[in-house]
């Protein structure tokens, strides 16, 4: 019979490096919130060794001022995300609205802002039909969306849009200005209570555990009787409001509109949802996360303009951010 052989100390070394590492997944599976406000914390802290008056309450205004509709956009994506789709017209949508809310302007912000909600209300619901009773590949769906309104804005503004580019004042005030000494910006507010709403929608509604069903498996869901075609519209159409609603904060915030308004937004928006957690294959994550998510996001860009980064360089190191993730949850995919 023969004898176990004996561990040596780079066996034991090796086994308790092993176990240290599965450990160490297991607590950032199980508290990823507490990571994601390491790293925010951590970034902080470098954006102030970097330029020092960033610490003051100027500069964290500008970056929420800048996470705001990032944020909203990136909650667009977020509801996508979790029910299997996502969209690649968003920022075109938010554009889109905006230039009909600064059309609209000089009838009332009340009209404007209204109005400009109905635009990504009609686009994101058309992309739900597309995806949802059409079958097109939501990629496939929401790139044309965003060329198709590409062209229509392109057109439009130079006839039935032609006009004042300046948007309402009250908007001004609500995209750009602050309260409380100057201290929190009007549109972080917007984003609070926008965030409350799709929280408690997405944990405590029907209709966020049917987004979260969808997204994990389809066919169950409609094998369970339920009309899947409707939650996708739903979801869609929703996701257009919240880039329409985008789309005013940041014209009100640059105080006028062009066609390029929110299109470095794109990936950013994809970038806060898939750092919060939220998975690209549908099913996994939540708003929670994706608000950590585009504050993250809104520091490193104030990072990487301290350090005079251009924002071709910015659009890489979030599509590699993109990628990077997309790719660790397609191994921990495999994994499971």
Wanted: proline content about 3%; glycine content about 12%.
């Amino acid at each position: 019979m023969s004898q176990p052989t004996p561990s040596t100390p780079l066996d034991t070394s090796k086994a308790r490096l092993i176990g240290l590492s599965v450990r160490s997944l297991a607590f950032i599976a199980e508290n990823p919130t507490l990571i994601l406000l390491g790293v925010l914390v951590i970034l902080v802290l470098a954006a102030g060794s970097i330029q020092p008056r960033y610490l003051t309450v100027a500069g964290l205004r500008t970056t929420l001022l800048q996470a705001a509709p990032l944020g909203i956009l990136a909650g667009a994506q977020t509801i996508l995300m979790l029910a299997g789709g996502i969209d690649l017209s968003v920022t075109m949508i938010a554009t889109g609205a905006a230039y009909v809310a600064a059309n609209q302007s000089p009838n009332g912000a009340a009209i404007a802002i209204l109005l400009g909600i109905v635009v990504g209300l009609l686009a994101g619901s058309v992309n739900g039909v597309g995806v949802a009773v059409f079958r097109v590949n939501p990629l496939i769906m929401t790139l044309a969306m965003s060329g198709i309104l590409l062209g229509l804005f392109t057109a439009w503004t130079q006839t039935i849009l032609k006009g004042s580019t300046q948007v309402a004042g009250f908007i001004k005030t609500i995209s750009a200005g602050s309260f409380w000494d100057n201290r929190i910006p009007y549109s972080v507010v917007v984003w609070a209570l926008i965030a409350l709403l799709l929280i408690w929608l997405l944990r405590r509604t029907g209709w966020g555990r049917l987004i979260y069903a969808t997204g994990d498996n389809e066919v169950a869901v409609r094998l369970a009787g339920v009309q899947v075609w409707q939650v996708r519209i739903s979801a869609y159409a929703m996701a257009g409001v919240l880039g329409a609603v985008a789309g005013i904060l940041l014209a009100g915030r640059t105080g006028a509109v062009d066609l390029q308004l929110a299109s470095t937004f794109l990936l950013p928006s994809i970038a806060a949802a898939v750092i919060g957690g939220t998975s690209i294959f549908g099913g996994v994550g939540g708003y929670g996360g994706t608000i950590l998510g585009a504050l993250i996001l809104s520091v490193l860009n104030s990072i990487l303009t301290f350090l005079n980064v251009g924002q071709a360089i910015q659009q890489v190191v979030y599509g590699l951010i993109v990628l990077a993730l997309a790719w660790g949850y397609a191994g921990l995919t495999r994994r499971g």
